[in-house]
T-cell receptor, first 114, second 109 residues
Framework: DADVTQTPRNRITKTGKRIMLECSQTKGHDRMYWYRQDPGLGLRLIYYSFDVKDINKGEISDGYSVSRQAQAKFSLSLESAIPNQTALYFC?????????????FGEGSRLTVL | GQNIDQPTEMTATEGAIVQINCTYQTSGFNGLFWYQQHAGEAPTFLSYNVLDGLEEKGRFSSFLSRSKGYSYLLLKELQMKDSASYLCAAMDSNYQLIWGAGTKLIIKP
């Protein structure tokens, strides 16, 4: 089983619908991240959390919200999905106190908004 | 602004050597990272450089010049399984990663 698990892996939805992408990890890491990846662009940070009580906006947080339900769980929500949120979404974790930038990624959730 | 530049695509031959370049401009600097991403899969960590010089790890090596804002990833004895995208990322003064768009490496027999 993967150390960082994302559900769903693929989702097609319509404009205006609420969508939740879930991430759970068994690595025991405190730090968790949500990124989106678009063709021709680098990974862009949406939100990150350094522990259960800590939530921070990333580069492109507009239109998204997150919830850190437990150390192991970090969910990303699109309250009202729009077509330009069609992308590949990655959850990632890292160890605290080691600013080496080594991220452990989930397998990705491909979201299509029609 | 902060920016990472790397070539969009490169082609190389199995068994050969290829160098993938990356230039960066960030607000402060706390290290340069390379990740490998096979099509449809998650990125996986390859290397980290924070001091000038070459770091070697098996067939892969990574080089950093902080004064030039430049790094490269060197892949030796290329294998077909090395066909992937290679992502360059620089960590800024806030310890945030700034990512390049990735270089798609195509290996031909």
């Amino acid at each position: 089983d993967a150390d960082v698990t994302q559900t769903p892996r693929n989702r097609i939805t319509k404009t205006g619908k609420r969508i939740m992408l879930e991430c759970s990890q068994t690595k025991g890491h405190d730090r968790m991240y949500w990124y989106r990846q678009d063709p021709g662009l680098g990974l862009r940070l949406i939100y990150y959390s350094f522990d259960v009580k800590d939530i921070n906006k990333g580069e492109i947080s507009d239109g998204y919200s997150v919830s850190r339900q437990a150390q192991a769980k970090f969910s990303l929500s699109l309250e009202s999905a729009i077509p330009n949120q069609t992308a590949l979404y990655f959850c990632a974790t890292s160890e605290p106190g080691l600013d080496t930038g080594e991220l452990f990624f989930g397998e990705g959730s491909r979201l299509t908004v029609l | 602004g902060q920016n990472i530049d790397q070539p969009t695509e490169m082609t190389a031959t199995e068994g050969a050597i290829v160098q993938i370049n990356c230039t960066y401009q960030t607000s402060g600097f706390n290290g340069l990272f390379w990740y490998q991403q096979h099509a449809g899969e998650a990125p996986t960590f390859l290397s980290y450089n924070v001091l000038d010089g070459l770091e070697e790890k098996g067939r892969f090596s990574s080089f950093l010049s902080r004064s030039k804002g430049y790094s490269y990833l060197l892949l030796k004895e290329l294998q077909m399984k090395d066909s992937a995208s290679y992502l360059c990322a620089a960590m800024d003064s806030n310890y945030q990663l700034i990512w390049g768009a990735g270089t798609k490496l195509i290996i031909k027999p």
